[in-house]
């Protein structure tokens, strides 16, 4: 880096130049305009309702990405290169996502199961029940048709 050296031919003044009196105690103080008079009207035209066309935002979709034009085409002759680094994070999510749908497929047996032996102990109360009923329906008889 050539231009960062310094260069030893010029030496560097550091005396602070003097300033004269006269212009920093001025007691002239420059008069700015007022616009007090006319701030009911900036308060009205700020109040206008303001027409302002309406534009439409294009909304993108999760997970589709458009493609640069670069690699529209990929010959399947030629070898295709990837970064060590992306293939090495890619192979990990794939493993991840496997792994994922390992548990997700275990689970689903589980709640398979749960299901099943709910369902028996449905039919198996409904079937208690109807017995129950029946019962009810013989003491009622004997009781009731004497």
Request: charged fraction near 40%; glycine fraction near 2%; proline fraction near 5%.
């Amino acid at each position: 880096m050539a231009f960062l050296k310094r260069n030893k031919d010029k030496k560097f003044d550091s005396s602070v130049p003097e300033f004269s009196e006269s212009a920093s105690t001025s007691s002239e103080v420059p008069k700015y305009p007022n616009y007090e008079k006319e701030f009911g009207t900036i308060k009205k035209e700020i109040s206008k309702p303001v027409n302002v066309p309406k534009v439409e935002i294009p909304t993108r979709k999760k997970g589709v990405r458009a493609a640069p034009a670069a690699r529209e085409r990929i010959d399947e002759d030629k070898p295709v290169f990837i970064k060590i680094d992306s293939y090495k994070e890619a192979r990990d999510s794939v493993d991840k996502i496997k792994e994922l749908v390992h548990n997700a497929g275990h689970l689903l047996e589980e709640v398979h199961k749960i299901k099943e032996n709910e369902d028996r102990e449905l039919e198996n109360w409904h079937n208690n029940l109807d017995k129950l009923k029946n019962k009810l329906l013989d003491v009622d008889k004997k009781l009731f048709d004497l």
